[in-house]
């Protein structure tokens, strides 16, 4: 019974409202000239649904994440660059997790004040980031915009105390170790060369 009050308060007030609408009684659907006591659930349901058409948009910044537009780029099949850079800028503005791993010789409490010196200075970098411990010598970095994730990812590799870490199930191992000083000579070795410019030749 209280329910049903609470509802038909509810109604009320967004009938009251609707009532100095732009619309006159004639282009008033029939059901909006019942008696608020005569409501339907389905009644009320398209009374709530016009109160939200009344009502000005959110901006986009405000609006829940699933709602938000997705971010533009510029998409150059001719182009494609790093296929990271891509994966970076369709994360902008988007929560991602970073998985991080701590070197297996660190006890439990230093992996956890090594983690907090990496999340503080990550911030002192201007790069947001939640931090929680999910096993002893494992934490999650929470990023809400997404694209920060891989600047942290670059920091994080120099760290003599890092693993590894994952981003979007990719693993990247820490530069100190076996794993991490073979990845970075074969990504150096990726690298394009700086295009040497031809010698002209002797006018004869």
Sequence with gaps: MAVRKWEMFVGFLAFSCLVYSKKSDED???WAKKDIR?????????????????????PE?????????????????SNLGDPEDLLKMSKKGRTLMMFVQVKDEKS??????VTKLWQSALYNSHIQAERYMV?????????KDG????????????????????????????YHT?????EKAESAGKKPKPKKGKKKKDEL
């Design 178 to 182: 076996p794993e991490g000083k073979k």
């Design 28 to 30: 008033k659907p029939a």
């Design 135 to 143: 096993d002893e010598r494992r934490a999650i970095f929470m990023f």
């Design 38 to 58: 005569d409501y339907t659930d389905a009644d009320m349901e398209r009374l709530l649904d016009q109160w939200d058409e009344d009502e000005e948009p959110l």
């Design 147 to 174: 694209a920060q994730a891989w600047d942290a990812k670059d920091f994080l590799l120099e760290q003599p105390e890092l693993r590894e870490c994952s981003i979007e199930n990719k693993v990247y191992h820490g």
């Design 108 to 113: 439990p409490e230093e992996a956890e004040d």
């Design 61 to 77: 910044d405000e609006l829940p994440e699933h709602l938000r537009p997705q971010p533009k780029f510029n998409f150059d099949p």
